[in-house]
């Protein structure tokens, strides 16, 4: 199982994604990485969690956070957004 979530702050130019997955060795993890729309900085933090239910409650609190600072919510896979 795997979900993300890719927020956009089209005013800054900026993105920030959060995924939560099963690793290779059985575990769950959720990765978020951040940066710029136009280069290629950023940053990743990679965290290891109990569950999927926790993933899932963090991706809700990124996503709360995300809109308090006037990110929205994109529906799509990344492509062309120059997100790698």
Same mark, same amino acid.
């Given at each position: 199982?795997?979900?993300?979530r @890719?927020? !956009?702050?089209?005013? +800054?130019r ?5 995924? !939560?997955y +099963?690793?290779? @060795?059985g575990?769950? !993890?959720m *990765?978020? =990485?951040?940066?710029?729309? =136009?280069?290629?900085?950023g %940053?990743? +933090?990679?965290?290891l969690?109990?569950?999927f239910?926790q993933?899932?409650a963090? @991706?809700?609190? *990124?996503g +709360? ?8 919510? !994109?529906?799509? =896979? %990344?492509? %062309? @957004? %120059?997100?790698?």
């Open positions: 199982m795997y979900t993300s @890719l927020w !956009v702050h089209p005013e +800054k900026r993105y920030y994604r959060a995924s !939560v +099963k690793d290779l @060795l575990h769950w !993890v *990765v978020r =990485d951040w940066g710029s729309l =136009d280069t290629k900085l %940053g990743t +933090k990679t965290e969690l109990e569950g239910w993933g899932k963090q @991706l809700e609190a *990124v +709360k956070r995300r809109a308090n600072h006037r990110y929205r919510l !994109v529906e799509t =896979d %990344g492509i %062309g @957004l %120059g997100v790698c």
